[in-house]
């Protein structure tokens, strides 16, 4: 195999657990590990099991199965993929888990908001004014058909959820909405749609004109690290967990001009839930 089938095959995960590292947090498709190359007491590096990739909030350095044991044993390309050989790729990855599963899936319909519990989940999220920027999307999986509100990312994946899932169907990537009328070069960054539609739904928020990043997870903040550079100013509408902390932390540090507006909702897990919870309208 070529390193890059290397990089494809061999779990991340598994390469972690063979150095006795494990998860302190973790969901379905991410986790987050002390990092690699020092002591912390917060756990920084961000292992994304669907990517087979892991990038570290504290440096900023994106890691591989290689570089990862490169870092790990101190050695040389080639003396890592020595270490690579002894793991078995006759199986699929367990980094693969997630994307297998969602490749068994077929797209039946894609329309207005028309359903009347996605539309009453909607005005549950408070966010039903924001109807048409999503989609209602239909689909089958595994047999069964199922149903949610829909919104897409620029890979062209659907980020899906409705009042009981929570899912990607296709590629996991951001989603970059470019405004024309972004005179001020100001760019608004949502971990999730819902807060995104929620931030539209504010007052006076028509005449900001920014340009808006939803990152549809923290860990895709790796592809947009870039694109950030240009703009002059950065403002960060972040859950108040663990991740969406160390990533405001990071862009913080590493970006000139960050508004941090987390402390708006400080007592809530994100600017949806703040929505629901104070404004009657």
């Given amino acids: 195999m070529n390193c890059e089938q290397i990089k494809?095959?061999?779990s991340i995960r598994r390469v972690l657990e063979s150095f006795n590292l494990f998860p302190v947090k973790q969901n379905s498709e991410t986790a987050f590990y002390f990092a690699i190359d020092?002591?912390?007491?917060?756990?920084?590096?961000?292992?994304?099991?669907a990517q087979n990739k892991a990038f570290d909030f504290g440096t900023g350095k994106s890691y591989d199965v290689i570089s990862?044991?490169?870092?790990?044993?101190?050695?040389?390309?080639?003396?890592?993929?020595?270490?690579l050989e002894k793991f078995d790729t006759s199986v699929q990855s367990t980094n693969k888990s997630i994307l297998e599963s969602n490749k068994n899936y077929e797209i039946l319909e894609v329309k207005e908001i028309e359903h009347l519990a996605l539309a009453e989940y909607l005005k549950s999220r408070k966010?039903?004014?924001?109807?048409?920027?999503?989609?209602?999307?239909?689909?089958?999986?595994?047999?069964?058909?199922?149903?949610?509100?829909?919104?897409?990312?620029?890979?062209g994946g659907i980020e899906i959820?409705?009042?009981y899932s929570k899912i990607?169907?296709?590629k996991k990537d951001i989603t970059l909405i470019k405004n024309e009328l972004n005179l001020k070069n100001e760019i608004?960054?949502?971990?999730?749609?819902?807060?995104f539609l929620t931030y539209l739904n504010l007052p006076n928020v028509q005449i900001s004109n920014s340009d808006y990043l939803i990152l549809n997870s923290t860990a895709m903040f790796?592809?947009?690290?870039?694109?950030?550079?240009?703009?002059?100013k950065i403002v960060l509408f972040l859950d108040n967990d663990l991740s969406g902390s160390i990533l405001a932390e990071k862009i913080v540090d590493k970006y000139e001009n960050v508004e941090d507006c987390s402390i708006l909702y400080e007592d809530c897990k994100d600017l949806n839930e703040w929505l629901v919870k104070y404004v009657n309208w």
């Fill in 8 to 10: 494809e095959k061999i």
């Fill in 161 to 163: 959820r409705n009042k």
């Fill in 222 to 232: 790796f592809k947009a690290e870039k694109q950030l550079t240009q703009y002059d």
């Fill in 38 to 49: 020092r002591e912390e007491k917060s756990p920084s590096l961000c292992v994304d099991f």
């Fill in 188 to 195: 608004c960054v949502f971990e999730g749609f819902f807060d």
């Fill in 168 to 170: 990607c169907l296709g």
């Fill in 127 to 155: 966010v039903f004014d924001q109807k048409h920027l999503v989609k209602e999307i239909h689909y089958q999986m595994k047999g069964k058909n199922y149903f949610g509100v829909g919104f897409y990312n620029n890979a």
């Fill in 68 to 83: 990862i044991v490169q870092q790990l044993s101190k050695c040389s390309v080639s003396n890592a993929l020595q270490y």
